[in-house]
T-cell receptor
Framework: GAGVSQSPSNKVTEKGKDVELRCDPI?????LYWYRQSLGQGLEFLIY????????KSGLPSDRFSAERTGGSVSTLTIQRTQQEDSAVYLC?????????????FGDGTRLSIL | KQEVTQIPAALSVPEGENLVLNCSFTDSAIYNLQWFRQDPGKGLTSLLLIQSSQREQTSGRLNASLDKSSGRSTLYIAASQPGDSATYLCAVRHTPGAGSYQLTFGKGTKLSVIP
């Protein structure tokens, strides 16, 4: 597609449920990133993929968070046993390569609300 | 730990004014700095990317400067228009090493251009 696509755009779920968020990067982009944007907290890095491997998971806040990427393309961020503090906008970005010269292109995000 | 600060947090100007947004960072060992705009409910749109070896970048009415040694960047917007109303974020990418591909973001400046 023309840009980074994320689904769903909005998700409301009850505390304790598991959720899956999906990201479709720009075609041909090998690097993929997940960020979280919380009210008052700004944007925080979660995890970075190069191809299907994740060399940097340092931003994942707890073991309830996991992510995978298949076929060097689509990525899924899974949050297990959701808590109210997980409510945030989850943004995905991709870049042509992981090199520092490559700008990151962002999707519109998934707005997650935990009741 | 890198910290990025943006001042002011909010800014309101009449249409046609030139304006400057400020960004500062604590660790000058950066690879590049990127300016984004974010419209309500949307993802981030990349505006300008300045490599650490560069002093400025220009795109249309936008000009971004970088003074790495003092840990500062500015985004200059000429002849502001109501369509420029958005939140502007700056982000730095660290020098190569563990976690080097992530961006560290400021909390943004919310700009309102009054017709």
């Amino acid at each position: 597609g023309a840009g980074v696509s994320q689904s769903p755009s909005n998700k409301v779920t009850e505390k304790g449920k598991d959720v899956e968020l999906r990201c479709d990067p720009i075609s041909g982009h090998t690097a993929l990133y997940w960020y979280r944007q919380s009210l008052g907290q700004g944007l925080e890095f979660l995890i970075y993929f190069q191809g299907n491997s994740a060399p940097d998971k340092s931003g994942l806040p707890s073991d309830r968070f996991s992510a995978e990427r298949t076929g060097g393309s689509v990525s899924t961020l899974t949050i297990q046993r959701t808590q109210q503090e997980d409510s945030a906008v989850y943004l995905c970005a991709s870049s042509f390569a992981p090199g520092a010269h490559q700008p990151q292109h962002f999707g519109d995000g998934t707005r997650l609300s935990i009741l | 730990k890198q910290e990025v600060t943006q001042i002011p947090a909010a800014l309101s100007v009449p249409e046609g004014e030139n304006l400057v947004l400020n960004c500062s960072f604590t660790d000058s060992a950066i690879y590049n700095l990127q300016w984004f705009r974010q419209d309500p409910g949307k993802g981030l749109t990349s505006l300008l990317l300045i490599q650490s070896s560069q002093r400025e970048q220009t795109s249309g009415r936008l000009n971004a400067s970088l003074d790495k040694s003092s840990g500062r960047s500015t985004l200059y917007i000429a002849a502001s228009q109501p369509g420029d109303s958005a939140t502007y974020l700056c982000a730095v990418r660290h020098t190569p090493g563990a976690g080097s591909y992530q961006l560290t973001f400021g909390k943004g400046t919310k700009l309102s251009v009054i017709p």
